[in-house]
């Protein structure tokens, strides 16, 4: 992800991967060693977003959306809030109701 964003030129389009970590936790920058509460065999890496300790592993499903926010014209607030809609609205297309909490 940090390549492809240093590598990024204003006319790159937008990308969304979808992918299944092998088990790994990540370590955000408010991360400690000791929020992970047991020994595991399972690597730990530290990462530069924010949060804690996050466990990420086979059948947990990721997306990572790489969008130009500016070149939209909208900000993170706004992006959540779309994201959000579009899987409310896919859910309802296959008779799902949902709603955010």
């Known amino acids: 992800m940090q390549a492809f964003t ?40 530290p990462i530069d977003r924010g949060g804690q300790i996050t466990y990420h592993g086979p059948g947990q499903v990721v997306a990572y959306v790489l969008v130009d926010l500016r070149r939209r014209g909208y900000g993170i607030r706004d992006l959540v809030s779309r994201m959000e809609q579009a899987v409310i609205d896919l859910l309802a297309a296959h008779g799902v109701a949902s709603a955010c909490a």
């Open 6 to 45: 240093a590598q990024r030129t204003p006319d790159t389009p937008d990308e969304i991967w979808l992918l299944e970590h092998p088990p790994v936790y990540t370590q955000g920058q408010a991360g400690r060693a000791e929020h992970l509460i047991a020994a595991t065999d399972i690597p730990v890496v």
